[in-house]
């Protein structure tokens, strides 16, 4: 069976993606104490704390596929966009040491669609030259999950899959994209707690007007409400649990209400025997399925992957 190695793991999207493709998962590294814990309730492999400054790669197992959905937030619309001045944007440096020092037969990347646009392009450009540099051919497509995936969400992500094999690089393609897409309603519980609810806001009124369908998702967009005429949901965030802009609404006959984390869970691809932590708040878990990733469109790049290694 072909092994993974993932970094930058967060709470495990991307390796639950790869192992529901058919791949191991050898081990895992991620710094973050809370995602950590929520990683450790759903996953029975090696899960390493340390910042990867400080670990020595050619001493854990050996991995066919080196995974990272390195921090997007220096490259992100959302973030400040500094990139490589940013500290996050510069762990992608430690990664590609990473690289050098295993060399992994495929290298599988994750991350927002603007690092292709970041600097006038110069900052990928830069990393797929240093990827390059390696010895490695690399691939790289924008996907929707929406469209590569029957997961209702409006979440366009770049992803760069790296080959050290001609041979496997030239099998590689990306996946084709679905026609079947379940329905916004289809992802909801049909019972939510009061605190959800919008319903003795200050800004009920106007979202009361406003949101009349419920069969999509509307955002509070800082002065007005925005309904998503495709009936999609909107880009989960890291924020949503900090209130105010950009939270993802729902109109139901109970009122206007937000999403709840394990909705989140459901827009990300999760299956809902996906643990949380009880002792978390759910700032911290709309946090951590935010900055996730959606699983199905893993799942769905890994399968062409395996197929590639193994033609």
Known sequence: MLTVGGLFSGIGGIELGFEQAGFKINWSNEIDENCAKTFKHNHKHQLITEDI?????????????????????????????????????????ELLRIVKSILPRVVFLENVKNLKS?????????I?????????????????????????QNRERLYIVCFREKKDYENFIF????????????LLDNKVMDKYYYNNSKYYPILKESMTNSNTCYQWRRHYVRENKSNLCPTLTANMGTGGHNVPL??????????????????????????FNTDFADSVLYKQFGNSVSVPVIKSVAENILQALNG
Not at 175 to 186: C, F, G, I, W
């Open 53 to 93: 400054r400080k670990i020595d790669f050619k001493k854990l197992k050996s991995v066919d596929v080196l995974t990272g959905g390195f921090p997007c937030q220096a490259f992100s619309i959302a973030g400040h966009r500094k990139g490589f001045a940013d500290e996050r944007g510069a762990v992608v440096f």
């Open 118 to 126: 970041h600097d006038k392009g110069e900052t990928f450009k830069s």
């Open 128 to 152: 797929l030259q240093k990827i390059t540099d390696l010895g490695y051919s690399n691939k790289y497509a924008v996907l929707n999950t929406c469209e590569y995936s029957n997961i209702p």
């Open 175 to 186: 996946p084709q994209k679905l026609r079947k897409l379940l329905s916004v309603r289809d």
């Open 250 to 275: 729902i109109f139901d006959k109970k009122g206007v209400r937000k999403l709840t984390p394990r909705e989140c869970a459901r827009f990300q691809g999760f299956p809902d025997n996906f643990k």
